[in-house]
Structure formats: C-alpha cells, structure tokens
C-alpha cells in the first residue's frame, strides 16, 4: 500500500511539473509572437459594450439594428462583425452630434478592423470613416490609396475621397471626386455589390448632390407664393427632405431629375401630401399624409420645391 501510495505521489508530482512545462512553452511561444509580429497584438476587446451600445437604436449605416434591451456581446461574433458593430456605434454618435461617444468608440473600432484578416473594399471605407472622425486625416488618405488601387471607380472610395477633400478645404479635389463619383455611377450600381445596398442612404444623397451640383449653391428665385412655401416647407418638410430639399437619412431629395415636373406633376405632390405615398424609388419607407395643410398651403409648397428645382438647372 504504501508502495502504490508513493507512486501516485510521483504520478501527480511528474504530471505538474509536466503542466507548468507546458505553460512555460506556451508563454515563450506568446512572447516570440509579440516579438516578430507586434502589429497584430491588440488590446482585447470587451465582451460587451456599455448601455448606451446595447440601446442601440436603427440607422442608416446598420441594417441589422440592436433590439432594445439585447446586449451586444462583442465576443460571441466573428472579428469582421464586431469590427462592423463598432464602425455602426461610432457612425451613429456621429449622427447624433456626440462627438465624445464617437471618439471614444473610435479607437475600439480602428482596434476591431486591424483584428480582420482580410479587408474589402467596405472594409476599407469603414476605416477611413472612423479615422475621419477621430481626426485622422493621414490614416483616412491611406485607405483612399488603397481603393483605388484594388478598385478606382468604387463608390464609397470615391464618396470617401469627396468627404476627405472637403473636410481639409481642397475644393478642386472635393470637385473632382464628385464628378468621377457621377461618371461611375451607373455602371458601379449594376454591378450589386453588397456594400452599395448597405450604404444606399449615403449613395442615394450624395449622388443626387453629384448630379444636380447647383443644388449646393444655388440662391433660388421666389415668388410672393415660394417664399410663403419657404415657410411652410421649413415647419412641415425639411426634418424629412432636409434643407432646400436636398435629402436627409429619413427622405428623398426633392431636387432631383426624379421629381421634375414631367415625370412628378404637381398634382403627385398634391396626392403625397394628402394621402401620402407609397416607397418606390427610395429605400426611406412610406411617406404619411401631412394632416391639417389646405390646399393653398400645399401649393405654395409646391411653388417652393419648383423654384429651387429651377435652380439647379432641372425643369
């Protein structure tokens, strides 16, 4: 008995020295990583974020929006989708003008997208958005680069290059990238690609600024009844269809070769006030009626809509 009794002694004696062997090993193994390849060790990332991440509410840059009350734990995604997630959170504090909730998720996030093995050109537009917003014009440029050596027409690098350009007061370069943006348009739409469902908002607005330039600078002439629509469009419309109609996240621009009188009578305005109106060229959602509007009223919005139509050149 005792015989066996000191030899399971040994046993366990020799299966600990052998674990701790076995650890030594691994840590000599995880320092020998740092070593050779430190840009690939980060800091980890939280298993799940704060309750102002797991409230998050829809937006135009998540299509798989957070249900109220559901954690998002970060750990139990693949690094891509976590890297999203972030990109999502700081594009939404961006969105409501938090600037210190986007700068604190910022780093996370640039953190989440150097964990990706591999980046796609979406990828790369994530990247250069979040470093726009932490300041990083430097790393923003770096990704421009990049898609357009990988791919020259894509529509967010060029949406991208135009945000860049503006933002550092370039305006021959922000000129430029808008009308390489409207020469591709077309043909990059057809192509399907993934991301440009994911970012239609974003596409959808900035194509029509690219289509209708005037609309950014054009001081409309108004008429006694325009200038009374001005009123009534600011106190009824532009939370939806944005400052002189250019389009917000929630609505359609309403200067655009879509609402030209030809192809959107005055009479269609009429019906989408009173009734409202069915989504069919945008991907906002139905449009509700605007209740208590009399019939005057609607024209003299009418009238406005058509005055700045007029100045950017669509008649």
Not at 96 to 122: C, I, K, S
Not at 158 to 181: C, I, P, W, Y
Not at 227 to 237: H, M, S, Y
Request: net charge negative; aromatic share 4%.
């Amino acid at each position: 008995m005792h015989g066996q009794s000191g030899g399971k002694q040994l046993d366990k004696k020799m299966v600990a020295l052998l674990l701790a062997a076995a650890a030594s090993v691994a840590a000599v193994a995880v320092v020998a990583v740092v070593l050779l390849n430190p840009s690939k060790v980060a800091a980890p990332l939280p298993s799940s974020l704060d309750r102002s991440a797991e409230m998050l509410p829809p937006s135009s840059f998540d299509g798989s929006p957070t249900m109220p009350g559901q954690a998002v734990d970060l750990a139990s995604m693949t690094p891509r989708e976590a890297a999203d997630r972030l990109f999502n959170r700081v594009m939404m504090a961006t969105e409501q003008g938090n600037t210190e909730e986007a700068l604190r998720f910022a780093p996370m996030a640039l953190m989440a997208y150097d964990r990706v093995a591999e980046l796609d050109a979406d990828a790369h537009y994530h990247i250069g958005r979040i470093s726009i917003t932490a300041g990083n014009m430097e790393n923003a440029r770096k990704q421009i680069g990049i898609l357009k050596q990988v791919a020259p027409d894509h529509l967010l690098g060029l949406l991208l290059e135009h945000t860049v350009a503006e933002q550092s007061g370039d305006r021959n370069a922000a000129a430029s990238a808008k009308a390489a943006f409207a020469a591709a348009y077309d043909a990059e739409m057809k192509t399907g690609k993934r991301e440009y469902q994911d970012h239609k908002v974003s596409i959808e607005k900035f194509h029509s600024a690219a289509a209708n330039p005037a609309i950014d600078s054009a001081a409309p002439v108004l008429s006694v009844d325009a200038g009374r629509g001005a009123t009534l469009f600011a106190k009824n419309c532009v939370r939806c269809h944005g400052q002189n109609a250019a389009g917000t996240d929630k609505g359609p621009p309403l200067v655009h070769k879509i609402y030209e009188p030809s192809h959107h009578a005055d009479a269609a305005i009429y019906r989408a006030v009173q009734q409202g109106a069915q989504s069919h060229h945008w991907p906002f959602g139905n449009m509700p009626p605007i209740e208590g509007m009399s019939d005057e009223e609607i024209g003299q919005i009418i009238a406005y809509i058509r005055a700045l139509q007029v100045a950017a050149g669509i008649q």
